[in-house]
C-alpha cells in the first residue's frame, strides 16, 4: 500500500506538469522531434554532464532567470535587448524562446540542433546598433556571445548545484563547461572558459566593464513583474525569481544592489525550491530527457548518476 507521503507526492505531481508545459512548452512551434532518429546522440549525448544538469527544472529556471539578471549589468548586450527586443510586452515569450534554444541544443537530434543554431545565428546578423556611450554592438560579436553564454552556463551549474540535491565534484564542474562551450562557438564566441577556473577568471576580467544603469533597473522592474500563464502566477514567479537571486555572485548581487530584505527572501525561496525538487522531477518525468534517453536507448533513471571522469 503506498503511504501518505507517496500519494500526496502523486497528487501534486499532475498540477505542477500542467504548471511548467503551460508555462514553457516543450516545442511551441511543433517542429521538433525528439524521439527520431533512433540512436541518434544530438550534440552531447547520454553520457555527457550537460544531459544530467540541464535535466533539472528547478535549477534551470532558477538559473536563467539568475542569467538574465546579469545580463542587464553588461552596457552592450543591454543595449541589444534594449533595442532589438520586445522584452516590455513578452518578457516570457523570451524566456521561451531561451528555454526552446537550450532544451533543443542539449536533447534534440544533431540536424535538428545544428538547424536551430543556424537559425539563432542569422538573427544575431541583424541586431546591431549604439549604446547610450556611442559604442557600436552587434550580437554576433564573439566577446558579446561569450558573455551571454558564461553568464548562462554559470547559472545552470550554479542553480543544479543549489536545487539538484546532489553534489556536483570539480572535475564534472569542469566537464560541464568544457562541453557547453561548443554552443557558443558554434554561435560565433571565442576564448570561452573551459573550467570553473577559467570562468573565475573570466569574471574578474570583465567585471570593470559592468554597471547597473537606469536601463538595467528598468528591465529588472519588468523581469519581477512578469506574470507567467499559470495559477498563482505572482507566487510562482516570486520563488523562482528569488531563488535566482540566491544563485548570484556576491559581486554580481552587489552591483544589483539587492537590499538585505531581498536576501532574505532569496534564503527564503531558495528552501522551498530545494523541497519542491522530487516533485519537480517526479511530474517530468515523461518530457524531453526521457524522450532523448529512449532515442539512445539509455534509462532516464541514469541521469541521476554522475558518468565516469578522468582522475
Not at 59 to 79: E, K, R, V
Not at 86 to 108: E, K, M, P
Not at 249 to 265: E, I, N
Request: charge should be positive; charged fraction near 25%.
Amino acid at each position: 500500500m503506498a503511504s501518505p507521503l507517496h500519494l500526496l507526492r502523486r497528487a501534486t505531481h499532475e498540477p505542477i506538469r500542467r504548471w511548467v508545459l503551460g508555462a514553457f512548452p516543450r516545442d511551441p512551434d511543433g517542429g521538433l522531434d525528439y524521439d527520431h532518429p533512433a540512436g541518434d546522440p544530438g550534440l552531447f549525448g547520454p553520457d555527457s554532464v550537460t544531459w544530467r544538469i540541464h535535466a533539472d527544472f528547478p535549477g534551470m529556471l532558477s538559473g536563467g532567470l539568475a542569467a538574465l539578471m546579469m545580463q542587464t549589468l553588461h552596457p552592450l548586450a543591454l543595449a541589444g535587448v534594449w533595442d532589438h527586443s520586445n522584452f516590455r510586452g513578452d518578457l516570457v515569450g523570451r524566456l521561451r524562446r531561451t528555454t526552446t534554444f537550450v532544451g533543443a541544443t542539449t536533447y534534440a537530434p544533431c540536424a535538428a540542433a545544428e538547424r536551430l543554431i543556424e537559425h539563432v545565428r542569422h538573427v544575431h546578423g541583424f541586431v546591431r546598433g549604439t549604446a547610450e556611450d556611442g559604442t557600436p554592438y552587434s550580437a554576433d560579436d564573439p566577446a558579446l556571445l561569450t558573455w551571454v553564454h558564461v553568464t548562462e552556463a554559470h547559472s545552470f551549474l550554479a542553480g543544479y548545484r543549489r536545487f539538484g540535491q546532489r553534489d556536483v565534484p570539480r572535475a564534472i564542474a569542469d566537464r560541464y563547461f568544457d562541453e557547453v562551450r561548443r554552443i557558443a562557438e558554434a554561435l560565433g564566441a571565442r576564448g570561452v572558459p573551459a573550467s570553473e577556473a577559467e570562468v573565475a577568471d573570466y569574471f574578474a576580467t570583465v567585471r570593470p566593464q559592468l554597471a547597473c544603469s537606469d536601463r538595467s533597473r528598468e528591465v529588472l522592474h519588468i523581469l519581477a513583474g512578469v506574470r507567467l500563464p499559470v495559477p498563482l502566477a505572482g507566487l510562482s514567479r516570486d520563488v523562482f525569481l528569488h531563488a535566482g537571486i540566491a544563485l548570484l555572485p556576491g559581486w554580481a548581487s552587489d552591483l544589483l544592489r539587492h537590499t538585505p530584505r531581498q536576501h532574505r527572501q532569496a534564503r527564503l525561496a531558495a528552501r522551498a525550491l530545494w523541497s519542491m525538487g522530487p516533485a519537480f522531477r517526479a511530474a517530468l518525468k515523461d518530457g524531453i530527457v526521457s524522450r532523448a534517453c529512449r532515442r539512445v536507448g539509455v534509462e532516464p533513471e541514469a541521469m541521476r548518476r554522475w558518468p565516469a571522469t578522468d582522475g
